[in-house]
């Protein structure tokens, strides 16, 4: 019972191991996506400073030949005001993510591939949500580490209750004896040859057997009511990290979409206000719609992509193979 027992330490020991690989995996890679989320702000947000200071130009040329009043100025520096604050803040949050990879890894990142912008993301396979509730209830490294926790704790109860069993030892003893003889007789050679069961009968302890019994079972109960726990939280982990891939694609797509619209509803504008059909608060509108969208479609790509990672982490897969499939959709900036 106590190499059954030692046998299931050993597998817990490996699954947790195991687990905290993948747990290390999922560490970098989101402190990796972090940074190129970060940057792609910052971009998204120099972008729409740019813009804006186009047109706070154009609204004070107006303004001066008389084709503008004064509030068109006042509209376009405020939002440049507010994007040069963007600005400051994006830099600071990019120089956090920065150092926070550098903490994992011991060294500074340096230039980050970046998610190309056509690079196309794999839908779940398989594509259901149940396969991957089921895998995750079984394989995950957390199920499987606490099962042979569970286990092992029943042992600890079998050992302990053996304390009241009687024991069966055989034992066997051998001696041989070289004496001289008396009275002239030579030597004299003795050997004893002794064979037999020995049984051994514990006597009550005090109680001490059974309260050690009942504080394994207890432990036991413990520890199933916690593999009951942590088979809940595997499946959670999985459930969530599906929707998580599945709503990413969707979303990913649906704001590819609303960037086209966005961007052609910015020239509109422009051209709108070059004309006098459009005034510049719609303009300053339409810069800042696509900066948001840029924002939003970037974060998207990536946390689809964490998702995907969580996904195969939940079920217990989750490889470098993983990684060099992602590896395949970046790109050196």
Known sequence: VQYDQSKLLVMQTE????????????????????????????????????????????????????????????????????ATAQEIAAE??????????????????????????????????????????????????????QEAAAEAAGKTVDINRAGHYPTVDAVA???ANNAPGQFGLGEIDTTTRQVGLQINIPIFQGGAVNSRTREAIARRDAERASL???RRTAALNARQAYLGVVNGLAEVRALQAALVSSLSSLESNRLGYEVGVRINIDVLNAENQVYVTRRDLARARYNTLQNQLRLKAAVGTLSEADLERINILLEAP
């Open 173 to 175: 003893s051998y001696s």
């Open 15 to 82: 699954a947790t191991f195991a687990q905290a690989g993948q747990d290390l995996i999922l560490r970098v890679s989101q402190a990796y996506f972090d940074i190129l989320v970060a940057i792609e702000n910052l971009r998204a947000v120099q972008a729409n400073k740019t813009a804006i200071a186009q047109q706070l130009e154009q609204a004070k040329k107006n303004f001066e030949v008389g084709t503008a009043t004064i509030t068109d100025t006042y509209e376009s520096q405020s939002r440049y005001d507010l």
């Open 228 to 230: 009951d726990n942590v």
């Open 92 to 145: 600071n949050e990019l120089e956090v993510k920065r150092y926070a990879l550098r903490v994992l890894i011991g060294k500074d990142p340096g230039e980050l591939n970046r998610l190309q912008p056509k690079a196309v993301m794999d839908p779940p396979q398989p594509a259901t949500m149940e396969p991957w509730v089921e895998a995750a209830e079984r394989d995950s490294f957390l199920v499987q580490a």
